[in-house]
């Protein structure tokens, strides 16, 4: 039999409503507490990183590839839309590949990677510049346009009123997609026909489209600055040719894969005049800002620890104190110092064990009434998103409860020192 565990369970059933056991109850509130917190903070972090990059990739991909001139301002140069590249770039499952090394490590040896996965789609784009307007307003939209090849399924879930657009093989089609916010702000509803106007060297050309659909992302900076068409009706208006394309927009299976796949287009297979680059890159502002959540996260975490300890190291105290004269019986009767600690580490593990597991099943209801019903609203205009989002990160909330309970119980060795202190002749006259 294990004697000091034995001890320590009787100690456990013994507290009742003493102020010693006041103090327990108090611990292990204070340890659900902040592991509730945790965990709750860890989900929704990562809900929101992958909600965010979600509505970002869904609408505009993973990796751009365009002119070389072509910046953020969209100007309208074409690249041709190479049969050649597009299979090469579908056929690609994985890459090994050792990506050139940056001008402040031009002394080291690049080192051979391997991705987790490979392409997974391949799309032109073409974009273009325009003015929508009505009889009383105008209002300024890029137009991308896509083809038959554009996996409608990523904007679906997005679209509010109405459908997508209808490809035919005939007539390029003239429906059009705009956002929530642009059909609000001109009045638009599905199934008016509205005037656009082009501005082409100093010449302006108009025509007119059907409202076919209504979408909202979240992302208003984005939304109201991008309707979507149809691909050939832009290369028409433009005077390209049907294989002319602005760019192709490029899909990954494995978002770690993302720079190591785009090393490899660029250098390896990319002609002349053509660069590659990651959305994380072209839109790096909103990525940053979901970094910064990590800061976050990590801060949170830290703090809630550091209450939990504070609470386990009061209570443990408290707890050894008020057992000093059981502490000088055990002394007199042989028991050694690390004997006496190992009591008191026992009934700490068990707060501490009560306390995570407690503070888990709290975290995991709040989350799943969250993730169900929503219930928790946010403001989309800064947030992104409408609702506080809620993914279950099994790994971050396995290492949060190891973590806790190897740091948390590695500091209660330093309280449970005092017990080296306690004089049994003192502690035994005393009682």
Same mark, same amino acid.
């Given at each position: 039999?294990n004697?000091?565990r034995?001890i320590?369970?009787?100690?456990s059933?013994?507290?009742?409503?003493?102020?010693?056991?006041l103090i327990?109850?108090?611990a292990?509130?204070?340890?659900?507490l902040?592991?509730?917190v945790m965990?709750?903070?860890t989900?929704?972090?990562?809900g929101?990183?992958?909600?965010i990059s979600h509505?970002?990739f869904s609408f505009?991909?993973h990796?751009? &590839?365009?002119d070389?001139?072509?910046?953020?301002?969209? #100007?309208?140069?074409?690249?041709r839309k190479?049969?050649?590249?597009?299979?090469?770039?579908?056929?690609?499952?994985?890459v090994?590949?050792?990506?050139?090394p940056?001008?402040?490590?031009v002394d080291q040896?690049?080192?051979?990677?391997t991705?987790n996965?490979?392409?997974?789609?391949v799309?032109p784009?073409?974009i273009?510049?325009?003015?929508?307007?009505?009889k009383?307003q105008?209002?300024g939209?890029?137009?991308?346009?896509?083809?038959?090849?554009?996996n409608?399924e990523?904007i679906l879930?997005?679209?509010k009123d109405? +459908?997508?657009?209808?490809?035919?093989?005939?007539?390029p089609? @003239?429906?059009?997609?705009?956002?929530q916010?642009?059909?609000? @702000?001109?009045?638009?509803?599905?199934g008016?026909?509205?005037?656009?106007?082009f501005?082409l060297?100093?010449?302006l050309?108009?025509?007119?489209?059907?409202i076919?659909g209504i979408?909202k992302?979240?992302l208003?900076?984005?939304?109201?600055?991008f309707a979507l068409?149809d691909m050939g009706i832009?290369?028409?208006?433009?005077g390209?040719?049907?294989?002319q394309?602005s760019g192709?927009e490029v899909?990954v299976?494995d978002l770690?894969d993302?720079d190591?796949i785009n090393d490899?287009?660029?250098?390896?297979?990319?002609p002349?005049?053509?660069y590659?680059?990651?959305?994380?890159?072209?839109?790096?502002?909103i990525?940053e800002?979901l970094?910064?959540?990590?800061?976050?996260?990590?801060?949170?975490?830290?703090?809630?620890?550091i209450v939990?300890?504070i609470?386990?190291i009061?209570?443990l105290l408290?707890?050894?104190l #008020? @057992?000093?004269?059981? &502490?000088g019986?055990?002394?007199a009767l042989?028991?050694?110092?690390?004997?006496?600690?190992?009591?008191?580490l026992?009934n700490?593990?068990?707060?501490?064990i009560?306390g995570?597991?407690?503070?888990?099943?709290?975290?995991?209801?709040?989350?799943?009434i969250?993730?169900h019903?929503?219930?928790m609203?946010?403001?989309?205009?800064?947030?992104?998103?409408?609702?506080?989002?809620?993914?279950?990160n099994?790994? +971050?909330m396995?290492?949060i409860n190891?973590?806790t309970?190897?740091?948390?119980?590695?500091f209660?060795?330093?309280p449970?020192?005092?017990?080296a202190?306690?004089?049994?002749v003192?502690?035994i006259?005393?009682?």
């Amino acid at each position: 039999m294990n004697i000091e565990r034995f001890i320590a369970s009787r100690i456990s059933s013994s507290v009742g409503n003493t102020f010693s056991g006041l103090i327990i109850k108090i611990a292990i509130a204070a340890v659900a507490l902040s592991m509730m917190v945790m965990v709750i903070t860890t989900n929704v972090i990562t809900g929101f990183k992958n909600e965010i990059s979600h509505k970002i990739f869904s609408f505009w991909g993973h990796i751009h &590839i365009a002119d070389n001139n072509v910046g953020q301002s969209y #100007e309208l140069i074409p690249i041709r839309k190479d049969s050649r590249l597009i299979d090469s770039l579908k056929k690609i499952n994985q890459v090994v590949y050792a990506p050139p090394p940056s001008i402040y490590d031009v002394d080291q040896k690049p080192q051979l990677e391997t991705s987790n996965g490979g392409i997974t789609e391949v799309e032109p784009y073409t974009i273009v510049p325009a003015i929508l307007a009505d009889k009383t307003q105008f209002e300024g939209l890029l137009l991308k346009g896509v083809d038959y090849n554009f996996n409608k399924e990523r904007i679906l879930k997005f679209l509010k009123d109405g +459908s997508f657009i209808t490809f035919t093989d005939s007539l390029p089609s @003239r429906d059009m997609l705009v956002s929530q916010s642009t059909a609000e @702000r001109m009045s638009f509803t599905v199934g008016q026909r509205v005037n656009v106007s082009f501005i082409l060297e100093g010449q302006l050309i108009k025509r007119q489209f059907k409202i076919s659909g209504i979408y909202k992302t979240g992302l208003e900076e984005y939304d109201q600055r991008f309707a979507l068409v149809d691909m050939g009706i832009l290369q028409d208006i433009l005077g390209w040719n049907t294989d002319q394309i602005s760019g192709l927009e490029v899909f990954v299976s494995d978002l770690d894969d993302l720079d190591l796949i785009n090393d490899f287009i660029y250098y390896e297979l990319l002609p002349p005049a053509t660069y590659s680059e990651t959305v994380r890159s072209k839109f790096y502002q909103i990525f940053e800002w979901l970094e910064l959540q990590n800061i976050n996260e990590r801060v949170i975490i830290i703090l809630m620890i550091i209450v939990a300890l504070i609470n386990m190291i009061t209570a443990l105290l408290i707890f050894v104190l #008020e @057992r000093t004269n059981m &502490i000088g019986v055990l002394k007199a009767l042989g028991a050694t110092n690390w004997s006496i600690r190992k009591i008191f580490l026992y009934n700490s593990a068990q707060i501490i064990i009560k306390g995570i597991v407690i503070g888990n099943v709290i975290a995991v209801i709040i989350c799943l009434i969250q993730k169900h019903t929503g219930i928790m609203k946010l403001r989309e205009a800064d947030y992104y998103l409408s609702e506080v989002p809620i993914e279950f990160n099994l790994t +971050s909330m396995l290492l949060i409860n190891i973590g806790t309970v190897v740091v948390i119980f590695l500091f209660m060795a330093i309280p449970s020192m005092i017990v080296a202190q306690i004089d049994p002749v003192k502690t035994i006259q005393f009682k």
